[in-house]
Nanobody, 121 residues
Framework: QVQLVDSGGGLVQPGGSLRLSCAASGSIFSINAMGWYRHSPGKEREFVAA????????NYADSVKGRFTISRDNAKNTAYLQMNSLKPEDTAVYYC??????????????WGQGTQVTVSS
């Protein structure tokens, strides 16, 4: 079994910062790309950011470029999303995902359970 656990969400004022974590555990052989999506009521799920296995390649939604930074620590099987200059429109449930090769050598896309981020004064 493989699990992704999101954490780090909370309530923050506009202009504030939060750091989300996504920890993978279980029968993992290797982890390829990891990323973050978000979903807010009345909207479609939105891509936020992604990072390659090496960390050399990253990709961001236009709405978060310059404010959010994705990173990873392969020794800990963990990805991070540093969110700065937060805006009320960043309010959403944030989900991480990962393309993980499990112990059966099957590549499966796994998802975290989500962590709520609320930006409000």
């Amino acid at each position: 079994q493989v699990q992704l656990v999101d954490s780090g969400g909370g309530l923050v004022q506009p202009g504030g910062s939060l750091r989300l974590s996504c920890a993978a555990s279980g029968s993992i052989f290797s982890i390829n790309a990891m990323g973050w999506y978000r979903h807010s009521p009345g909207k479609e799920r939105e891509f936020v950011a992604a990072i390659s296995w090496s960390g050399a390649n990253t990709n961001y939604a236009d709405s978060v470029k310059g404010r959010f930074t994705i990173s990873r620590d392969n020794a800990k099987n963990t990805a991070y999303l540093q969110m700065n200059s937060l805006k009320p429109e960043d309010t959403a449930v944030y989900y991480c995902d990962g393309d993980i090769v499990n112990s059966a050598r099957a590549t499966v896309r796994y998802w975290g359970q989500g962590t709520q981020v609320t930006v409000s004064s």
